[in-house]
Antibody
Framework: QLQLQESGPGLVKPSETLSLTCTVS??????????WGWIRQPPGKGLEWIGS???????YYNPSLKSRVTISVDTSKNQFSLKLSSVTAADTAVYYC??????????WGQGTTVTVSS | DIQMTQSPSSLSASVGDRVTITCRAS??????LGWYQQKPGKAPKRLIY???SLQSGVPSRFSGSGSGTEFTLTISSLQPEDFATYYC?????????FGQGTKLEIK
């Protein structure tokens, strides 16, 4: 059974780069059956799709974040990662990684809280 | 971008009630829509995929319908554990977009 777990710093300073990793277990990140993505949720607000990456390496990003976002895969570690540069307080949120099948995002990590503050 | 307009934003109901939540897409998305349930402090959980297919393990009181631009999630008889926030998500085209959410509260 596929499981995902986010990891990374819980506190990031303004203007710095937020870096998170999602470790996939119970399956191969190279599988063509899944694609991988990041979603975030600011405190008390709704869900925002950040971006996705496919086994082919193709990436798709939310235009509102595109200039600051990079999603990549490390097949040797069965992990994928999120980098968000030039963060501000508006980037404070719970960040989820997820695996998608043809029906959309299926398996989710438990989420990790990232606070942007000096 | 495809906008997903979800309604209502909040809903008060009683155990045993039948409730319906709607998502409207700003353009046609075929049946590329899922419904998610989120409880406080937890990750979203997919209930419905492909607009009307029930996720394995999800109670049959949950059902989805629709295609194109209008979609509904119906809970046929509310149970205490169903009080949560519900979101739709379209994955027809990028960027994928969520509805604003519907908070289902106990009356």
């Amino acid at each position: 059974q596929l499981q995902l777990q986010e990891s990374g710093p819980g506190l990031v300073k303004p203007s710095e780069t937020l870096s998170l990793t999602c470790t996939v277990s119970g399956g191969s990140i190279s599988s063509s059956s899944y694609y991988w993505g990041w979603i975030r949720q600011p405190p008390g607000k709704g869900l925002e799709w950040i971006g996705s990456i496919y086994y082919s390496g193709s990436t798709y990003y939310n235009p509102s974040l595109k200039s600051r976002v990079t999603i990549s895969v490390d097949t040797s570690k069965n992990q994928f990662s999120l980098k968000l540069s030039s963060v501000t307080a508006a980037d404070t949120a719970v960040y989820y990684c997820a695996g998608g099948d043809p029906g959309g995002m299926d398996v989710w990590g438990q989420g990790t809280t990232v606070t942007v503050s000096s | 971008d495809i906008q997903m307009t979800q309604s209502p934003s909040s809903l008060s109901a009683s155990v045993g009630d039948r409730v319906t939540i709607t998502c409207r897409a700003s353009q046609g998305i075929r049946n590329d829509l899922g419904w998610y349930q989120q409880k406080p402090g937890k990750a979203p959980k997919r209930l419905i995929y492909a607009a009307s297919s029930l996720q394995s393990g999800v109670p049959s009181r949950f059902s989805g319908s629709g295609s194109g631009t209008e979609f509904t999630l119906t809970i046929s008889s509310l149970q205490p554990e169903d009080f949560a926030t519900y979101y739709c998500l379209q994955h027809n085209s990028y960027p994928h977009t969520f509805g604003q959410g519907t908070k289902l509260e106990i009356k």
